[in-house]
């Protein structure tokens, strides 16, 4: 099993779960930077992927896109799920993570009229249980708390104070020794990179 990633994508999240789940797989670094060769829009790798994005996974003769679908899959391989509803509940947290979550707060429109419901929701569901599908670790963790970590550092300006719970769910993420070197680390190295580039744009002379 061979993941083609980079630390700037989301291949990370997949990394964190392989980890948790005590297996390995083969990871392939493939270098994004527009300046140089830009790897993932190569016509070797756009065989694994024809949309030219990371993370993807191969699999024997399996070609695999969307870090969701890869972790989902992932799962099954190593039977994760005890039950056709333990899967299906994983697939519900991946297309809310996915989408209803990420566009509640990463997009910019709908975070005004959204979030606050979305985020109220959430916050009251992990009131009553410490992970987000009862009280064990699973993919779903990943599947939402990977983003959830990345809003700190890709939107500081986002405040999650109204919401505890979610933020004591980060926090008991954050220190799970395997997010610690995947998705926390790339949050925190994100975070450090906006506030030098915020520093930068505030020193700058003004014309």
């Known amino acids: 099993m061979k993941l083609y990633s980079n630390p700037a994508s989301r291949g990370r999240i997949i990394e964190w779960y392989v980890r948790e789940i005590g297996k390995e797989a083969e990871v392939e670094v493939i270098n994004m930077d527009m300046r140089e060769k830009r790897e993932h829009k190569s016509d070797w790798f756009k065989k694994v992927n024809p949309f030219g994005k990371l993370p993807a996974?191969?699999?024997g003769d399996l070609k695999l896109a969307e870090s969701g679908a890869i972790m989902l899959y992932v799962a099954d391989k190593f039977n994760q799920f005890k039950t056709p509803a333990d899967r299906a509940r994983a697939q519900q947290w991946a297309l809310f993570a996915?989408?209803?979550m990420t566009n509640s707060v990463f997009v910019e429109?709908?975070?005004?009229?959204?979030?606050?419901?979305v985020f109220g929701t959430l916050d009251s569901l992990l009131a009553a249980s410490p992970y987000i599908d009862g009280p064990e670790f699973t993919v779903?963790?990943?599947l939402v708390g990977a983003y959830l970590l990345y809003i700190p550092a890709f939107l500081p300006q986002v405040d999650l104070t109204p919401y505890p719970n979610v933020l004591a769910y980060m926090k008991r993420l954050a220190e799970r020794p395997h997010c610690a070197a995947t998705v926390a680390a790339r949050a925190a190295e994100k975070k450090t990179e906006t506030?030098?580039?915020?520093?930068q744009e505030a020193a700058a002379p003004k014309a």
């Open 57 to 59: 996974l191969e699999d």
């Open 98 to 100: 996915n989408s209803t």
């Open 195 to 199: 506030v030098t580039a915020q520093q």
């Open 140 to 142: 779903s963790d990943v």
């Open 109 to 117: 429109q709908f975070r005004e009229r959204s979030m606050p419901d």
